[in-house]
Nanobody, 122 residues
Framework: VQLVESGGGLVQAGGSLRLSCVASGGILSRSAMSWFRQAPGKEREFVAGISWTGSTTYYADSVKARFTVSRDNGQKSWYLQMNSLKPEDTAVYYC????????????????WGRGTQVTVSS
C-alpha cells in the first residue's frame, strides 16, 4: 500500500488549504485514516482522524473547529480541510492508515505517506 499526500503549500494566516491523501497498490480494509504533522524541531503529533465508516472523528484540541477530516472509501481517498490557518500550523503533514481502528497513537499506524509541507506566513 502506498499513500500519497497532496495539497500542501504556502498560505497566509487566516487562509485555507485542503490536503488530500490517496491510497494505491493495495486494499485498506476497514482502516481508520488520520493526519499527523511534524514541525521543525518538534515531535510528530496527531492532528485529526476518521474511522472506516466515517462515523467517528477525532481532532487535536489545537485544530478543533478549524480543521475537518473526511474520506471517500470508493476513491481510497481522505481529506483534511484546514481553515483559519495559523503560523503554528506550519509543519509537514502526513497521512496514515491504521488497520486496528481509530487511535491518536502513531504506533498503531501501519502505513504512512511521505508528507506534504504546509507553511503559514504571518
Amino acid at each position: 500500500v502506498q499513500l500519497v499526500e497532496s495539497g500542501g503549500g504556502l498560505v497566509q494566516a487566516g487562509g485555507s488549504l485542503r490536503l488530500s491523501c490517496v491510497a494505491s497498490g493495495g486494499i485498506l480494509s476497514r482502516s481508520a485514516m488520520s493526519w499527523f504533522r511534524q514541525a521543525p524541531g518538534k515531535e510528530r503529533e496527531f492532528v485529526a482522524g476518521i474511522s472506516w465508516t466515517g462515523s467517528t472523528t477525532y481532532y487535536a484540541d489545537s485544530v478543533k473547529a478549524r480543521f475537518t477530516v473526511s474520506r471517500d472509501n470508493g476513491q481510497k481517498s481522505w481529506y483534511l480541510q484546514m481553515n483559519s490557518l495559523k503560523p503554528e500550523d506550519t509543519a509537514v503533514y502526513y497521512c496514515a492508515a491504521a488497520g486496528r481502528g481509530l487511535t491518536t497513537s502513531e504506533l498503531w499506524y501501519d502505513h504512512w505517506g511521505r508528507g506534504t509541507q504546509v507553511t503559514v506566513s504571518s
